[in-house]
């Protein structure tokens, strides 16, 4: 009650007695949503979007007064010299081909990318500076962000927000495949929200339900706006995401029915008081053309229809802020209920997706393959690939094969920066063509370099992890797309606008890959230093022993008392005397 009171206190803004925003702050907005969306096999993928919203020049380092807008990070933005900044943080891996697109897809592990402003002389120095805040901030192991896993793409990860120029020199890239996310990662993101964990969709973040699931994504994207339509002023946006999927094993229910108290172990029961907009949508699109095949309950005040990546989506809105909501019930459960079961024949390939591994035998060479599909009927499109390798796989350039449909496919535009060992990566960027319902493979050989023995992580036999491949591309729809107003659709429909109402943007992530070095016997050292001492133990022992002693020789002795009782009793028994 008394973070309620405190939460209402803030909403109700400066007032008599009061003072007000201090010089430079301007006007600030949250937005919450949650994204409820069935997937196959009883699966269900929630997803949620903070949007805080702040019109104030952070550049000019002339705000003093924070309200909503996180304190630690306008200042991170304003003394580093950030233009855009992109942080996520992902346990498991979406399946495309099952789950179907993402609203915002990430990579396994830790990403981050960064657009930097033109008045930034030395950005090395400043994206090793940010990228160690940020691991205090998030605690995450960001620090281990250096020149061995930063690249500078040219063609890839385009600004997103408000940009006057698209230098690519201004751009950082880097991805921690083997980062594991866990409470620690997301108490420090939740303490961002302007609400906190206390009232809201927040409420539902807890952490031991969030983490007993398949999938897990958590994400923190800052971008400069337009204020409004004229973009003569430019505001600054933040988005808080975070996306998890429940899978009926991992729950243990065993059932494909949902709910809210099933997923998260609890219930809304009112909206933030600092939100602006507080919104449930539920994703109860029919899966075919005869009969919808999900029911929700209770029965949403609203209906929205978009057309979302390329599909029709119909979606349950529920107003956390609507007075009417909470009158017949003091907490909101959503339930999903399948009327019955699907096929899952009747389920659409997304138009593009992609695989990614590794082939080859023994320790020496391999082979790293990619698959790419395009499952459109009739519409080619061109995709822009982006591979990051290690350095030491040292990449065999001139055995780059593309092939569709049986044919050579030449890149329309490439990209290669050779990797230097123990500073720098490979980077590798091609613009490929796609023919329309055809299967692109992209190989390339690899030679596995021997490390130092103090290069090893302490469990070598592992493995070692390669990020994942990065695709980007303007996908065509299927179903003609029209404009529809970015402020009522949900989530990230404003964070990735249409260029046209004829296709979408997607980026998609293949799987990360994990490759076996040449590896040595670790234990070897400790069996040499075990029978070194041994052995030394031994021989000096035993030198030291026959060294030093002393020999005396004894004189034999006639025996005392005792001895001669002893010989007494012998002699009367016939035995030999001692």
Same mark, same amino acid.
């Given at each position: 009650?008394?973070?309620a009171?405190? @939460? ?15 010089? =430079? ?9 949650? @994204? ?22 952070? *550049? ?20 580093? =010299?950030?233009r ?6 992902t *346990?498991?891996? $979406? ?9 915002? *897809? ?8 960064v ?6 002389t030395?950005?090395d120095?400043? $994206? !090793?500076e ?30 997103l ?26 108490? /420090?993101? !939740?303490? @961002?929200?302007?609400?906190?964990? !206390? ?17 897990h ?8 706006i337009c ?6 002023a430019?505001? $600054?946006e933040?988005?808080?995401? @975070? ?34 907009q ?10 075919? &053309? ?46 999903? !209920? ?11 390939t ?47 350039v001139h ?22 060992? #123990?500073? #720098?990566?490979h ?30 992580? /302490? ?22 797309m &029209?404009?529809?107003?970015?402020? *009522?659709s ?50 000096y ?7 030093? #002693? ?17 010989n007494?009793? #012998? ?8």
């Amino acid at each position: 009650m008394l973070a309620a009171a405190l @939460l209402l206190l803030l909403a109700a803004g400066p007032g008599p007695g009061r003072a007000g925003p201090g010089p =430079g702050a301007g006007r600030d907005a949250l937005r919450e949503e949650l @994204l409820l969306s069935p997937l196959p096999a009883g699966d269900v993928a929630a997803t949620f979007q903070f949007r805080t919203r702040w019109d104030a020049d952070l *550049q000019r380092g002339a705000v003093s007064h924070y309200r909503l807008f996180p304190k630690a990070l306008g200042r991170l933005v304003a003394a580093l =010299g950030v233009r855009e900044l992109h942080l996520a943080l992902t *346990q498991g891996f $979406w399946r495309t081909r099952a789950w179907g697109q993402p609203p915002l *897809q990430a990579p396994a592990g830790a990403e981050l990318w960064v657009w930097f402003q033109p008045t930034v002389t030395d950005v090395d120095k400043a $994206w !090793k500076e940010l990228s160690n805040i940020l691991s205090g901030i998030f605690c995450a192991s960001l620090n281990f962000i250096d020149s061995t896993n930063t690249v500078t793409p040219t063609a890839s990860f385009k600004p997103l927000g408000l940009a006057n120029g698209t230098d690519h020199h201004l751009l950082r890239y880097a991805v921690l495949p083997r980062e594991v996310v866990c409470t620690e990662n997301l108490t /420090p993101w !939740k303490k @961002l929200l302007p609400c906190g964990s !206390k009232a809201g969709l927040a409420v539902l973040l807890k952490a031991e339900r969030l983490f007993h699931s398949s999938y897990h994504s958590q994400a923190v994207h800052i971008r400069p706006i337009c204020r409004d339509a004229s973009c003569l002023a430019v505001s $600054w946006e933040l988005r808080q995401t @975070l996306t998890v999927v429940f899978d009926t094993f991992s729950s243990g229910q065993g059932k494909k029915d949902w709910s809210l108290f099933k997923m998260f172990s609890r219930t809304l029961t009112d909206a933030c008081p600092l939100a602006s907009q507080s919104k449930v949508y539920v994703d109860i699109s029919p899966k075919n &053309k005869e009969k919808e095949l999900l029911e929700v309950t209770p029965p949403p005040a609203s209906v929205h229809e978009a057309i979302v990546q390329g599909d029709k989506r119909t979606y349950a809105v529920y107003d956390l802020l609507s007075p009417s909501l909470f009158n017949t019930s003091r907490s909101l459960n959503v339930q999903l !209920k399948w009327k019955r079961p699907q096929d899952s024949s009747e389920l659409p390939t997304p138009v593009l997706h992609a695989q990614r591994y590794v082939s080859g035998y023994g320790l020496q060479t391999g082979e790293i393959s990619t698959l790419i599909y395009n499952t459109h009927p009739y519409r080619a499109f061109p995709v822009i690939l982006l591979e990051t390798v290690p350095w030491y796989l040292r990449l065999y350039v001139h055995t780059l094969t593309i092939i569709t449909k049986g044919k050579e496919n030449k890149p329309s535009y490439i990209h290669y920066q050779p990797a230097q060992d #123990r500073r #720098r990566p490979h980077l590798l960027e091609m613009l490929i063509q796609l023919p329309a319902n055809s299967v692109t493979k992209i190989t390339i050989q690899f030679e596995r370099a021997l490390l130092k023995w103090t290069e090893y992580p /302490p469990d070598p036999n592992h493995g070692f992890y390669v990020s994942s491949s990065v695709l980007s591309a303007l996908v065509p729809s299927v179903i003609a797309m &029209k404009d529809v107003d970015a402020e *009522q659709s949900p989530l990230f429909t404003s964070l990735f606008p249409s260029s046209d109402g004829s296709s979408y943007f997607v980026r998609l992530y293949t799987e990360p890959l994990l490759v076996n070095l040449p590896t040595p016997d670790f234990s070897m050292p400790y069996n040499v230093i075990c029978l070194t001492c041994t052995v030394v133990a031994v021989c000096y022992g035993s030198f030291y022993n026959l060294l030093t #002693r002393t020999f005396h020789v004894e004189e034999p002795s006639r025996g005392g008392l005792a001895k001669r009782l002893a010989n007494i009793i #012998r002699k009367f028994r016939g035995v030999p005397p001692l």
